[in-house]
């Protein structure tokens, strides 16, 4: 993650790496190298980026805003609220003590250009109220599956729904505001030898009555990402996510109004537009948005802490709305809850 | 630049086989028959392409209801070889409506209703307030489309032009449009009959004000209808078809003229059924490849050839989303 920031740092311009750290040194490396996180001040930056793993973004984000940095963090924002809370705390008093620092998550998927566009529909209000949506985002676990950190609850603070999953609870949030009302199933099925859940099922309502389904998957076989909006007028579908490793397949919008018979009822399947986006333009846009905060001290509209908080606060409703994977996650030694 | 891709349901063949349609082909033929017999009609050579400007000399020449067409090897636009006036066109379309006025004029509500959606979804997506819409010529050729936009287009003025013999340089237009003053300009059935395409969209351009939107639609040579049957095909009514557009001869021309392509699509939904009535008619016609594809073609075959048209810019009809 840190060489794709770095590159899409390099496309924007305005910024210059100073220093990178890494858990090896890099022979290769255009940039001086450290292995320890402390070192990395004697470079005097301006910002840090923190592409590090869950248990280690609380303190290297705190770290970085006590000395006055902003920050640009991978999401998920640690490993639960608490982890959040406690950085909330950190950029309060950063500007207090500094004034003007930035923290931002990097909850990409809001600035995908198929996402942005189904926003743009929603707000102009053509398509009406929201009604529903349905979020499924999944993969076939992944190469060391048991072995990755994570997928070791004390290091990541949880499976398949933190890691991937909170992406799509993050749009969800992005279109509805936060959600109150949670019901969910959370199962470990296939990956057994690991402590951490493999799929998650949850139905969610926020306070005006928009309903929510969200399934985040590890076994997934077919990797997928569909995000379905139903509103008054129509309905919107995101298929397909572009990532680094494509295997999402490029985003395609679909977008369809609904037609009307002479009674003023919708006649079953519209006419629909379907708009292919075949670029991923959201490190790019991710860092221009960041690089506007810290320079000209924009407001953020994606990614900020209190968005972080919210998101992970969603996360945790749903492991704790299944009664039975709560108790086990309890009963799970490793898990790590500050 | 955006490409969508709009998907529907595949119409009945008998929508473009049926007797309706033929005898609109056949009143259009008898009007251009006595417009080559009448020798006080002027006629113009084109010169040169006119989507890409390619000399015509360039251009390969056939013939088709006794006109002639050219093939644009530049840009792949085909197109008459000579036109008449446009007021001459513009009274021999009157004729044609008045003649078919009292005919029932058929459903077209799915039709007006993708027009709507497209403003509105366009609206949406350009995050810009398209409340004044001016049709041009459309409210004639379609009567029943102004009592559509007054049931369904609710947030919309609508101004309506009709058609009325123009000049040359559409003086007539450019005055409608300096004083409806429209944020947009729908014009989706008079490309393809202009004499002067080209004059045209200079009148849309220079009188409209900088920023409107102008929703333009034409039938289009790229379109898999027109590249194997050309101007065999039963939608190639001459007089209709003055010039077909190709994607890149229409691109080539907004540049030129100074507009802006937003957005480019085929919708054309009548290429497969189209092809699939002609091959499996003319059983002496082989070309390889096409003649089994559509002979042994079932309907979810036809269906899915015509989403990879759509989805590969290559049915007969185009839209373009154009900016002044």
């Given at each position: 993650m840190g060489r794709i920031r770095h590159d899409a740092m390099d496309r924007h311009?305005?910024?210059?790496?100073v220093v990178a750290c890494d858990t090896a040194l890099d022979p290769t490396a255009s940039v001086p190298m450290v292995?320890?996180?402390?070192?990395?001040y004697d470079y005097a930056p301006d910002v840090i980026v923190c592409s590090v793993p869950n248990m280690m973004i609380p303190d290297v984000v705190c770290t970085a805003l006590e000395r006055g940095k902003h920050v640009f963090s991978e999401k998920p924002?640690?490993?639960?609220s608490a982890d959040v809370r406690r950085m909330m705390e950190a950029e309060a008093a950063a500007q207090a003590a500094h004034g003007g620092r930035v923290l931002k998550f990097g909850f990409n998927h809001r600035v995908h250009d198929a996402i942005e566009e189904a926003k743009k529909l929603i707000d102009a209000g053509t398509m009406g109220d929201l009604y529903f949506m349905r979020g499924v985002y999944g993969k076939?676990?992944?190469?060391n599956y048991a072995q990755n950190?994570?997928?070791?609850p004390a290091l990541s603070g949880g499976g398949i729904l933190i890691d991937q999953g909170i992406h799509m609870l993050d749009l969800f949030q992005m279109f509805a505001?936060?959600?109150t009302d949670v019901q969910s199933f959370v199962q470990r099925k296939?990956?057994?030898?690991?402590?951490?859940?493999d799929n998650a099922f949850a139905l969610m309502k926020n306070a005006q009555g928009i309903v929510a389904s969200v399934h985040s998957s590890?076994?997934?076989?077919?990797h997928t990402f569909r995000l379905e909006l139903y509103l008054r007028n129509g309905f919107i579908s995101v298929d397909g996510i572009l990532s680094?490793?494509?295997?999402?397949?490029t985003e395609v919008l679909t977008v369809a109004l609904n037609r009307l018979d002479a009674t003023g009822s919708p006649i079953p399947n519209p006419e629909s537009q379907e708009l292919r986006f075949t670029e991923d333009r959201s490190w790019d846009k991710e860092i221009a948005e960041f690089h506007a905060a810290v320079v000209e001290g924009a407001a953020l509209r994606c990614g900020t802490s209190q968005q972080a908080l919210d998101v992970m606060e969603l996360v945790e409703a749903i492991y704790a709305a299944d009664p039975e994977w709560s108790t086990t996650r309890q009963q799970t030694p490793q898990t790590a809850t500050e | 630049m955006q490409t969508p891709v709009f998907l529907d349901h595949l119409p009945d063949i008998d929508a473009v086989a049926g007797q309706k349609p033929a005898k609109y082909r056949l009143r259009r033929n008898q009007a251009l028959g006595a417009l080559l017999l009448d020798p006080t009609d002027p006629w113009q050579e084109r010169?040169?392409?006119?989507?890409?400007?390619?000399?015509?000399?360039k251009n390969p020449i056939f013939s088709q209801a006794l006109m002639e067409f050219r093939r644009c090897s530049g840009c792949n636009s085909i197109y008459a070889a000579r036109t008449p006036d446009q007021a001459t066109l513009d009274r021999l379309r009157l004729e044609q409506i008045a003649a078919t006025a009292a005919e029932p004029q058929g459903d077209r509500e799915f039709e007006f209703t993708s027009l709507l959606n497209w403003i509105s979804l366009t609206e949406a997506r350009l995050e810009r307030r398209l409340d004044r819409v001016l049709d041009i010529r459309f409210a004639s050729q379609a009567p029943a489309w102004p009592d559509a936009t007054e049931r369904l287009s609710h947030n919309r003025a609508w101004d309506f032009l009709h058609l009325e013999p123009d000049s040359p340089d559409f003086a007539g237009l450019r005055a409608a449009i300096a004083q409806a003053a429209p944020r947009a300009i729908l014009m989706p059935a008079e490309l393809d009959r202009a004499a002067d395409p080209a004059a045209l969209l200079a009148a849309l351009k220079d009188a409209a004000a900088p920023g409107t939107v102008i929703f333009a639609a034409s039938s289009c040579a790229d379109g898999l209808e027109y590249e194997i049957?050309?101007?065999?095909?039963?939608?190639?009514v001459p007089l209709d078809r003055l010039t077909v557009f190709s994607i890149k001869g229409f691109e080539t021309l907004s540049a030129r003229l100074g507009l802006k392509v937003l957005e480019v699509s085929t919708?054309?939904?009548l290429d497969a059924v189209i092809l699939d009535r002609y091959f499996k008619s003319a059983e002496n016609r082989s070309i390889p490849f096409w003649s089994s594809f559509f002979r042994e073609a079932d309907k979810n075959r036809l269906r899915d050839l015509q989403i990879l048209l759509q989805r590969s810019l290559k049915s007969g009809v185009l839209r373009f989303i154009l900016e002044t």
């Open positions: 311009g305005g910024f210059e790496v292995t320890d996180p402390m070192a990395v924002p640690g490993r639960n076939a676990g992944g190469p950190w994570r997928n070791d505001g936060r959600f296939f990956w057994t030898d690991v402590p951490v859940e590890a076994t997934q076989w077919q680094a490793s494509g295997s999402y397949g | 010169k040169c392409c006119p989507a890409c400007g390619q000399a015509s000399d049957l050309g101007a065999e095909s039963p939608s190639f919708p054309g939904r």
